[in-house]
């Protein structure tokens, strides 16, 4: 792509002209390191545009490490035996949740496997006792990551106020999700954020890089997410695990992933994207932060034997993934954390748009965005 070119649709950007799925594959498609580089400063230039200098951080609580499904990537595959495995109580993630939220955090985010003692047996009280006990204790928003569920229960999530649904697809590609997500359905994942949506909560979805996805399949992905217009939208790099299929595969350039962070935000330049610790520590903060994210997310306090997802282990006892060390990054880069309130304002708007949006649909259907219509 000439410089020309590139100028061009930066420039667009900038205008709140968004890339089309051409332009999105030639964004991705860059390899030189000043093209790469001006796409990430202008993502920081839009981030600006719509958040200003402020960032949202959100506590992770990985509650059970126990899983029903056979995820080709995941260290917790049901079949894994290298992987730790433990359930917290409600009472160890009531305490865990109240520190976080000491600590200042915008939000709790609990996330599980598909835990046979709870989707098997129907036993979802755990988590709807876990998440009311999050919300009195703390007085902040809940995230909830428990894999695929009935639209009965998403709707219960709703009705306790929980605020957020999180389900990543990993791609838009069905025939690759069949090799990653191992005896799973594609559109039931899309079907279960979309009901979530209309329950009135805000939806994540999420991409992971080096799976042995093309440039075209990450740009649909954008695409998908923009057009189904998900929240929260991120991206994350493979780490290969052992006793995985995925275990021999090489770990994609960080460079990839920074590039599509950057893209997601040309794309939806009024979403939360987020930077994440659980990929490369607290060491692999800035440069996604230079690539326009605007949320921290898996920030895991020591001392409460909990493991992070793609790294079970990096930095969490060593203190490197709380708060204050985040400071020490983003005060270093002219960056600074936005008040709790400024978080629950953008919240609040989210879903009083997505409820008007909601409303159109039902009298205006429109087609959830597949990439085989834009081929």
């Known amino acids: 792509m000439s410089q020309h070119r590139l100028s061009d649709i930066l420039l667009k950007a900038i205008q709140g002209v968004s890339p089309s799925r051409e332009e999105t594959i030639q964004l991705l498609s860059l390899e030189d390191p000043a093209?790469?580089?001006?796409?990430?400063?202008?993502?920081?230039?839009?981030?600006?545009?719509?958040?200003?200098?402020?960032?949202?951080?959100?506590?992770?609580?990985?509650?059970?490490?126990?899983?029903?499904?056979?995820?080709?990537?995941?260290?917790y595959r049901k079949t894994n035996k290298q992987s730790?495995?433990?359930?917290?109580?409600?009472?160890?993630?009531?305490?865990?949740?109240?520190?976080?939220?000491?600590?200042?955090v915008h939000l709790i985010d609990l996330t599980l496997g598909e835990d046979p003692l709870i989707h098997d047996t129907g036993n979802f009280h755990i988590l709807f006792q876990m998440i009311e006990r999050v919300k009195d204790e703390t007085g902040l928003p809940v995230m909830i990551s428990p894999g695929v569920v009935s639209e009965e229960i998403?709707?219960?999530?709703?009705?306790?106020?929980?605020?957020?649904?999180?389900?990543?697809?990993?791609?838009?590609?069905?025939?690759?999700?069949?090799?990653?997500?191992?005896?799973?359905?594609?559109?039931?994942?899309?079907?279960?954020?979309?009901?979530?949506?209309?329950?009135?909560?805000?939806?994540?979805?999420?991409?992971?890089?080096?799976?042995?996805?093309?440039?075209?399949d990450r740009a649909d992905s954008i695409m998908a997410m923009k057009q189904n217009n998900v929240d929260q939208a991120r991206a994350m790099s493979?780490?290969?695990?052992?006793?995985?299929?995925?275990?021999?595969?090489?770990?994609?350039?960080?460079?990839?992933?920074?590039?599509?962070?950057?893209?997601?935000?040309?794309a939806m330049p009024d979403r939360l994207i987020?930077?994440?610790?659980?990929?490369?520590?607290?060491?692999?903060?800035?440069?996604?932060?230079?690539?326009?994210?605007?949320v921290i997310t898996s920030i895991i306090p020591p001392n409460n034997r909990l493991a992070g997802v793609s790294q079970s282990v990096l930095d969490i006892e060593q203190g490197l993934r709380t708060v204050s060390e985040v400071k020490k990054v983003i005060t270093a880069m002219g960056l600074?954390?936005?008040?709790?309130?400024?978080?629950?304002?953008?919240?609040?708007?989210?879903?009083?748009?997505?409820a008007r949006r909601e409303h159109l649909g039902s009298l205006y259907p429109s087609q959830t965005y597949s990439p085989d219509l834009h081929p």
């Open 35 to 75: 093209s790469i580089q001006l796409v990430m400063s202008t993502a920081q230039k839009v981030r600006r545009q719509h958040f200003g200098n402020r960032l949202f951080m959100y506590g992770f609580i990985y509650l059970s490490t126990y899983c029903r499904n056979h995820c080709a990537f995941c260290f």
């Open 84 to 104: 730790p495995r433990y359930r917290k109580n409600l009472a160890e993630v009531e305490g865990i949740a109240c520190g976080l939220a000491d600590s200042g």
């Open 154 to 216: 998403l709707q219960h999530f709703a009705e306790m106020k929980t605020d957020w649904y999180a389900l990543y697809q990993e791609t838009h590609n069905s025939v690759l999700f069949k090799k990653l997500r191992i005896g799973q359905s594609f559109e039931d994942r899309n079907k279960k954020r979309n009901a979530a949506r209309r329950a009135g909560m805000l939806v994540e979805d999420g991409i992971l890089l080096g799976v042995g996805e093309t440039i075209s």
């Open 238 to 266: 493979l780490v290969p695990q052992p006793e995985t299929p995925a275990a021999d595969m090489p770990c994609p350039s960080r460079m990839i992933e920074c590039l599509c962070i950057a893209v997601m935000r040309l």
């Open 274 to 294: 987020p930077a994440s610790l659980d990929v490369d520590g607290i060491k692999g903060l800035k440069m996604r932060l230079e690539a326009g994210a605007n």
């Open 336 to 354: 600074t954390i936005a008040g709790g309130n400024v978080y629950e304002s953008w919240m609040a708007k989210r879903k009083e748009m997505t």
